[in-house]
């Protein structure tokens, strides 16, 4: 099947601090990669889509400014949170998409955030 | 209205037992439709996706109702390593996936 690496998969920080988060398809191609946040008992929440080689498209109400993202290559795109606030501590999920007809789309493990 | 509403539960179930859950969303031209399976502090894995013909893989049966925008999820003979939650998520054109809040699944001895 195919794999989605997440990394890190957990980071305690300062306020204030920015944090990265990378995601990567190991064994294929995703023209498209999702990010997701979810907090403690509630669903997951789609913060922006993001295509390779272009701008990421953001979710109502999710900063561009704040959560940079960032799609390189047909295999990683990053989440960047700048200036981390304890509001900010949340599970962020990445999920990758294949480029088949099916599009079928695999999740990596999470980043679990955590902001002092 | 919500895009993709689920009884967030939790079901609560002995072993053997068989239980059903359902998910209406409110978007007409959805075109797909998926349950996935997700256990505390880790991230959803696809359980099946719901064919319009309905689809059977071993005790799990999912069926879509395009008329009334549901789609179910049956378990049967529950496992103690059911316990899980169990998210439904609904894809259209543009392949952007809306998942429901999750529906929590309690098997006990």
């Known amino acids: 099947g195919a794999v989605v690496s997440q990394h890190p998969s957990r980071v305690i920080c300062k306020s204030g601090t920015s944090v990265k988060i990378e995601c990567r398809s190991l064994d294929f191609q995703a023209t498209t990669m999702f990010w997701y946040r979810q907090f403690p008992k509630q669903s997951l929440m789609l913060m922006a889509t993001s295509n390779e080689g272009s701008k990421a498209t953001y979710e109502q109400g999710v900063e561009k400014d704040k959560f940079l993202i960032n799609h390189a290559s047909l295999t990683l795109s990053t989440l960047t949170v700048t200036s981390a606030h304890p509001e900010d501590s949340s599970f962020y999920i990445c999920s990758a998409q294949k480029r088949e007809v099916d599009r079928e789309q695999f999740f990596g493990p999470g980043t679990r955030l955590t902001v002092l | 209205r919500k895009e993709v509403e689920q009884d967030p539960g939790p079901f609560n179930v002995p072993e053997g037992a068989t239980v059903a859950f359902n998910c209406t969303y409110s978007n007409s031209a959805s075109q797909s439709f998926f349950w996935y399976r997700q256990d505390c502090r880790k991230e959803p894995k696809l359980l099946m996706s719901v064919y319009s013909s309905g689809n059977e893989d071993g005790r799990f049966t999912a069926q879509l109702n395009r008329a009334s925008q549901y789609i179910s999820l049956l378990i049967r003979d529950s496992k103690l390593s059911d316990s899980a939650t169990y998210l439904c998520?609904?894809?259209?054109?543009?392949?952007?996936?809306?998942f429901g809040r999750g529906t929590s699944l309690i098997v006990h001895p």
């Open positions: 998520v609904v894809r259209g054109g543009s392949y952007i996936p809306t």
